[in-house]
């Protein structure tokens, strides 16, 4: 079946420690996202990829750092410089062009961040 | 700064009623709708899209758009308690993709 899949489900974090979240999809898709979510917040876009070996800065890309290598997998390092990292990291992709205006986005299941 | 604005709730319906949820978007280019349903913990699934003014049905579903008020709404008919969810709506509004509302917590009273 096609889908997203994002590793580790939950992840901890030590102070001043690098850690990178895991998003493959097999959908052939080319436009790839990441977004995090707060308690009682919405979704906040953090990079997002259009296209292999390319990827734009989202609203709050500070602390974070993304690659584009294969059009299947598109990781998130969360870096010692994001200073509140405790969140709810989803990863979503939709059909190259589409922007997701037509068929909307396919997220994966989300990744847990924890700092200790 | 493109906006998209929900009524966070809790919005309390008891179970066999309609529950509306409602929604509102800044940009009046905004061409494509959707709505998401949130279960606590897990990611946002797709459940409706709209893209003309009117109403769109699917099952007990419907969304409702009216592009001059800048509204898009959803209602869910015969309420049932696995329907108590986070309800994302989310608006193409911008060149780097779809924006999302803060979404609205809804509650189906057995």
């Known amino acids: 079946d096609g889908g997203i899949t994002q590793s580790p489900k939950y992840l901890f974090r030590k102070e001043g420690q690098n850690v990178t979240l895991s998003c493959e999809q097999n959908l052939n898709h080319d436009a790839m996202y990441w977004y995090r979510q707060d308690p009682g917040q919405g979704l906040r876009l953090i990079y997002y990829s259009q296209i292999v070996n390319d990827f734009q800065k989202g609203d709050i890309a500070e602390g974070y750092s993304v690659s584009r290598e294969k059009k299947e997998s598109f990781p998130l390092t969360v870096t010692s410089a994001q200073k509140n990292p405790t969140a709810f990291y989803l990863c979503?992709?939709?059909?190259?062009?589409?922007?997701?205006?037509?068929?909307?986005?396919?997220f994966g299941s989300g990744t847990r961040l924890t700092v200790v | 700064q493109k906006e998209v604005e929900q009524n966070s709730g809790p919005l309390s319906v008891p179970e066999g009623a309609i529950a509306s949820l409602n929604c509102t978007y800044s940009d009046r280019g905004s061409q494509s709708f959707f709505w998401y349903r949130q279960y606590s913990g897990k990611s946002p699934e797709l459940i409706m899209s709209i893209y003309s003014n009117g109403d769109k049905e699917d099952g007990r579903f419907t969304a409702q758009l009216n592009k001059a008020s800048q509204y898009v709404s959803l209602l869910i008919r015969d309420s049932q308690p696995s329907d108590s969810a986070t309800y994302l709506c989310a608006v193409l509004e911008r060149a780097d993709g779809l924006t999302f509302g803060k979404g609205t917590h809804l509650i189906i009273q057995p």
């Open positions: 979503a992709s939709s059909i190259e062009g589409d922007r997701g205006g037509n068929y909307g986005y396919t």
